[in-house]
């Protein structure tokens, strides 16, 4: 009996295996993949005028409803697919390339779809736009006219016949065809309750702005390609039946640092959810998959949790008011005003204490090292005066003058002790999350503390400009900063005590912390300004801060600090990070600790490497 089991098995993926390949209408092998190839394709975007802080980053697969023949139906596959997209902050490019039956001209098709993504603006119409970009692109560049050419005719002897369609679909293949021909010459294109299968040279809508088999954009236009009459515009969904396991397994499983941590699943009960700020069909939007279940509940009964702020003559001490901060909502493509509120506090714990012991020896070690940092002297060229002759700037004087040029150089160059022109804020992450132990001594809070203590050692001693802050959140209208070490004050007991003081708060609204931290860094006069993130997981809140929205408000919060001049940068022990840290922060704005423990230690020398000059 279990032999004919087996066999059925290995029978069954055997068949899998021949279908899936069969149904397969691309080359998987000639594959071009994304990753060895994109921080060239990202050289390219900019050369070809793409903005500097677009990022070129992999794509996902999308639900499509497009017409599948009869051996996909079959394997059941087709149904996602990755297309190309690009929206203000990134270049989507699929992750990897199998269109064509060459692998050259898949690598072409990667280096086409770049060139046309540093041509494309907001999407209007699916059809016409990329029409007209690729209009313009000819008229603008004429050399690329054979390289688009024979990428579209490789393209259209792999798309189906016309004849071989119903005339709805033949008609809109038809205009899609002569729209790869001739950009520009089609103004409508035929509806279809079957999308046709993708075009491979032509980017795609955003993920945020619907339905990605829509024909065009405008409100007063309802033609979808991919959309039946009366069907609802909202992205498709995966969905699936599952068990109500909640409450079967006791409180002796139950560990509190996952109490407040929602990852890809989440858990929303409908019938007992009194939450205002919880909008269910906003969550909804956010998820890949909606789970359903059954739920029995009686009324009364069952444990109910509530996080409150503790009480004013035990919590930190507020500084003023609190401060309205923006927040980007990528559902909406707009940055909301004062839609957060960031409260300013001061440990109220701050009694002098000295350094522990176990930092003593490490400390020392710091110290050491950031002293010589600090007085090792550096020649200066090109001066009036000094010490020894400018070799290099008496040439430059001898030629300027045999030109013509006349004025007075600094044929010197002096050996002097030069100041750090630069600002750091610290920004550390104190979440509930923290509160989960690293070993069977440290919590992750404490491993954060040493980390800011040899920190401020370091930097005191180096003589840089540098502050402390501490952020955790409850819902968008109490994102807490709190204020261990301000630039202005001076490292100290008292400090040393403060942040010994710490304890774990509540979420990680981080977009919002890292706007507040922007403003404090703009303030400083220094040259150099860096802000250095200390976390150890993803952003997240009680509301809607959750998922993809807190990913986006964070790496849109990151965009804005570069554009004001300061070098955001995050250092994490989550061993996840790799997932959404690159879209956030990019690939080199960002570091993984692998052991948590380590944190103190490589903190003060990740900043010594970030300021060298």
Known sequence: M???????????????????????????????????????????????????EVSVEA?????????????????????????????????????????????????????????????AGSMQHWGRDNQRWIAELMDQYPALQ???????????????????????EAKLEEAIRQALLKPGTVDEFPGSERAPWPVALWLYPPLNLGNPQQTHWDEEDGDMLGKAQGESSAPRKQASRVEDNAGKQGLLVFRLENLFTWTEHVDLDRTGDDNEDIDAARVADDLDEISLSKKRKRKGGGLKLHLDLPPADIDDIPLG?????????????????????????????????????????????????????RAEPQWLRQQTQGSELDLQACVDFQVERKLGNTHEPGLFMDRRRRHRDLSCLALADLSMSTDAHVNNEKRVIDVVGDSLMLFAEALSVAGDDFSLYGFS????????????????????????????????????????????????????????????????????????????????????????????????????????????LPYMFGANGYTVIKEPVQLPTRLPQLYRLLTEP
């Open 473 to 580: 959140s409850l819902r968008r209208h109490h994102v807490r900063m709190l204020e261990i070490k301000g630039f202005d004050q001076k490292y100290n007991a008292n400090v040393c005590g403060a942040i010994q003081s710490l304890k774990p708060g509540y979420y990680t609204r981080m977009g919002t912390a890292i706007r507040r931290a922007t403003q404090l860094l703009e303030k400083r006069p220094h040259r150099r300004k860096l802000l250095l993130l200390i976390t150890d997981g993803k952003p997240n809140d009680l509301d809607l801060y959750e998922g993809r929205y807190g990913v986006e408000d964070t790496r849109h919060a990151v965009m804005e600090a570069r554009k004001a001049g300061l070098i955001p940068f995050c250092i994490t022990i989550d061993q996840q990070a790799g997932d959404y």
């Open 2 to 52: 279990s032999f004919a089991i087996e066999v059925e098995e290995w029978a069954g993926s055997v068949w899998h295996k021949f279908i899936t390949r069969k149904a397969d209408p691309e080359f998987p092998e000639f594959k071009v993949e994304l990753e060895p190839i994109q921080n060239g394709l990202a050289l390219l975007f900019r050369a070809m005028g793409g903005g500097h």
């Open 146 to 168: 054979k390289r688009y050419t024979e990428l579209v005719l490789a393209h259209l002897a792999l798309r189906p016949e016309p004849k071989s369609l119903p005339p709805d």
């Open 59 to 119: 794509a996902q697969a999308r639900q499509m409803m497009v017409k599948r023949s009869f051996l996909q139906k079959v394997a059941g596959t087709a149904r996602q697919l990755t297309v190309a997209w690009r929206d203000a902050q990134s270049v989507r490019l699929p992750p990897a390339i199998a269109t064509y039956p060459e692998e050259r001209l898949n690598l072409e098709l990667y280096r086409w779809l770049t060139i046309l993504s540093a041509h």
């Open 321 to 373: 008011e609190g401060i309205k901060m923006p927040e980007w909502d990528f559902r909406r493509n707009e940055l909301r005003k004062d839609f957060a509120n960031v409260e300013m506090m001061q440990p109220r714990l701050q009694d002098a204490m000295e350094l522990p012991e176990h930092l003593q020896p490490l400390a020392k070690k710091v110290r050491r090292q950031f002293e010589h940092l």
